[in-house]
């Protein structure tokens, strides 16, 4: 079987995100092993398809959500909003930074053969016996891409482990989620509040499974790590950090987490990104490849992140961690996705949101029980597994 997958190439171009690259090379791989050829239709508009559908979608937002709407005809700008791919600051550091993600790609991926807008996707949709979207974010706004609806009415339609903001999704969201779920053959979320969602939405059959990058088994990673480019004789013990979207120097603990590198004398190694990169250090600040972002996670001595696949590689490698999400507050948003993949794996300890020297050094010394992990995780991947083996020949 031919499946063409649809995640989030655009943000992985603008961002070079680590974690949105390995979920697609991680469900290429579980697809591939089980018999079926795999390829990513690299889309690059997910707005509506025509004008007429956009003035709809206006009116729509004008009903659902009118503050919302009337801030965007004010022009009224993100807190944040200058942090973004076209800030020169960012345009620079990529420049002195390059990621190699393109190589990887080609290396190691199936790609469609061109990048697809959102007219193209109607008009001259990729071939595949089978659609799958998912999983990071990719539900975060409504889209023909994201909703997958293109390309012929006998392709199969899976969403496997689709993730949003569950919890502060609009009514603008809803009103047009409602219809366009029902393109969906087969629904599955990422974290326990999709599933609320859902049945909100009339789709009361949506399983939850794993992130693709923990459906694989580690060694689809493992095999990656010779081709780092990380002699060993330059390895150091490191204290790794991987952070996402920090824009001021409150957004993340960076004495803290100097004090805990200099206290277990070890390297401070920060990989920065979306806005990260503007804040961090120079003398810290490292920017590796592909293989070579797996291996610093498969070395560490320990992690500290508050990214969701920087907390799925500390397990995959069986690293001790401390997941800090981005507020600090326990019931905001942006939490849920921590908590519904630690709860299941009985980790839910690692998450906290006092960001002190004491609270991360205390985490830390915490030892994890990876045997009960890896227990627990196997029988999350087979229930997974399972899904997406129906999903496909249903």
């Not at 550091?93 to 990048?115: P, V």
């Not at 009960?372 to 029988?379: G, M, Y």
Request: net charge neutral.
């Amino acid at each position: 079987m031919k499946v063409g997958i649809v995640t989030n190439y655009e943000w992985l171009k603008q961002w070079g995100n680590y974690g949105t690259l390995f979920q697609n090379y991680a469900l290429q791989e579980v697809l591939r092993d089980l018999g079926h050829e795999s390829y990513w239709i690299r889309t690059t508009n997910s707005r509506p398809f025509t004008f007429s559908e956009r003035c709809r979608n206006l009116g729509l937002k004008l009903l659902t959500n009118p503050s919302e709407l009337l801030k965007q005809l004010k022009g009224e700008k993100h807190l944040h909003a200058d942090i973004s791919p076209a800030n020169p600051r960012i345009i620079q550091f990529n420049a002195d930074h390059h990621r190699s993600f393109e190589e990887f790609m080609s290396s190691h991926l199936g790609l469609s053969e061109r990048e697809y807008g959102g007219e193209e996707l109607r008009h001259s949709p990729p071939e595949a016996d089978a659609f799958i979207v998912g999983s990071d974010n990719v539900w975060a706004q409504v889209s023909p891409a994201y909703f997958l609806q293109f390309g012929s009415a006998s392709t199969k339609r899976i969403a496997y482990a689709v993730s949003s903001n569950w919890e502060t999704l609009s009514p603008y969201w809803y009103a047009r989620a409602r219809k366009a779920i029902r393109s969906i053959d087969h629904v599955s979320v990422r974290e326990d509040a999709g599933l609320h969602v859902c049945k909100k939405l009339g789709r009361g059959d949506a399983a939850h499974v794993l992130d693709p990058t923990l459906l694989a088994q580690p060694a689809c990673f493992r095999k990656l790590l010779p081709l780092a480019s990380v002699p060993e004789e330059d390895r150091e013990p490191t204290l790794l950090v991987y952070w996402l979207n920090a824009y001021q120097n409150s957004d993340w603990p960076l004495r803290e987490m100097e004090r805990l590198a200099e206290a277990k004398s070890l390297k401070l190694q920060i990989i920065p990104l979306q806005g990260t990169e503007l804040l961090a250090p120079e003398i810290h600040t490292y920017v590796p490849n592909p293989s070579s972002w797996l291996d610093a996670f498969a070395n560490a001595e320990c992690v500290l992140t508050n990214s969701f696949h920087g907390t799925a590689f500390s397990i995959i490698f069986n690293r001790p961690f401390v997941v800090l999400p981005k507020s600090k507050d326990p019931q905001a948003h942006g939490s849920e996705r921590f908590r519904s993949l630690l709860g299941k794996l009985d980790l839910e300890s690692r998450i906290i949101h006092d960001r002190s020297y004491s609270s991360l050094t205390r985490v830390l010394e915490e030892q994890i029980d990876w045997e009960s992990v890896e227990t627990k995780l196997a029988s999350e991947r087979s229930k997974s597994l399972d899904f997406l083996k129906r999903a496909l020949v249903s």
